[in-house]
């Protein structure tokens, strides 16, 4: 299997542009999570997915941020509009399921906001 | 509110010079304690699970331990490649499928 597969790796854009970022979990996986890490507050869960339903959303800061899960090989996050205060990198996580309850992580998105 | 601490921040080791990293946790009912190791410019890669206290496991030269109040990662005569940064994850029972992650604790061990 390729792993959790993320893109773009980078992307830099100016403050108040839509940004998407992409993800396609583990095939057969049923949990898909999106986390953001930044120096300052590390590893951050913004929202997670069971079988396409969002279960938690309680970490996205707020309404520009967007999560959706067509189906169960994508999902999306989308910042609308972008601010600068938005950099950091952000990864794709899914999970099994199956009773080990570990995360396997994407390489992440390196998003910059100008 | 769950919450993660990992100490030290960073640790300097000479090649071959074992020592221990630290993870205290405060969690409303423990379901599972995750061990990651991330390189630059890379996501997360799992390590271990561990589920209840006095749980050990083992993977080369780690070893991770578990307490009701903290978790230690071993690191047995280390190499440069065990260079990272180390992070510890707790998982509620409340929490279904979530994981609070700590900052963690970036390794530099030196030839």
């Known amino acids: 299997d390729a792993g959790v597969i993320q893109s773009p790796r980078h992307e830099v854009t100016e403050m108040g542009q839509e940004v998407t970022l992409r993800c396609k979990p583990i095939?057969?996986?049923?949990?898909l999570f999106w986390y953001r890490q930044t120096m300052m507050r590390g590893l951050e869960l913004l929202i997670y997915?069971?079988?396409?339903?969002?279960?938690?959303d309680s970490g996205m800061p707020e309404d520009r941020f967007s999560a959706k899960m067509p189906n169960a090989s994508f999902s999306t996050l989308k910042i609308q509009p972008s601010e600068p205060r938005d950099s950091a990198v952000y990864f794709c996580a899914s999970e099994g399921g199956g009773g080990g309850n570990e995360q396997f992580f994407g390489p992440g998105t390196r998003l910059t906001v100008l | 509110e769950d919450q993660v601490t990992q100490s030290p921040e960073a640790l300097r080791l000479q090649e071959g010079e074992s020592s221990s990293l630290n993870c205290s946790y405060t969690v409303s009912g423990l379901r599972g304690l995750f061990w990651y190791r991330q390189d630059p410019g890379k996501g997360p890669e799992f390590l271990f699970t561990?589920?209840?206290a006095g749980e050990e496991k083992e993977k080369e030269r780690l070893k991770a331990t578990l307490t009701k109040k903290e978790s230690f990662l071993h690191i047995t005569a280390p190499k440069p490649e065990d260079s990272a940064t180390y992070l510890c994850a707790v998982q509620a029972v409340t929490g279904f499928q979530k994981l609070v992650f700590g900052t963690g604790t970036r390794l530099l061990v030196s030839p």
């Open positions: 561990l589920y209840s």
């Open positions: 997915f069971n079988n396409n339903v969002p279960i938690d």
């Open positions: 095939s057969g996986h049923d949990y």
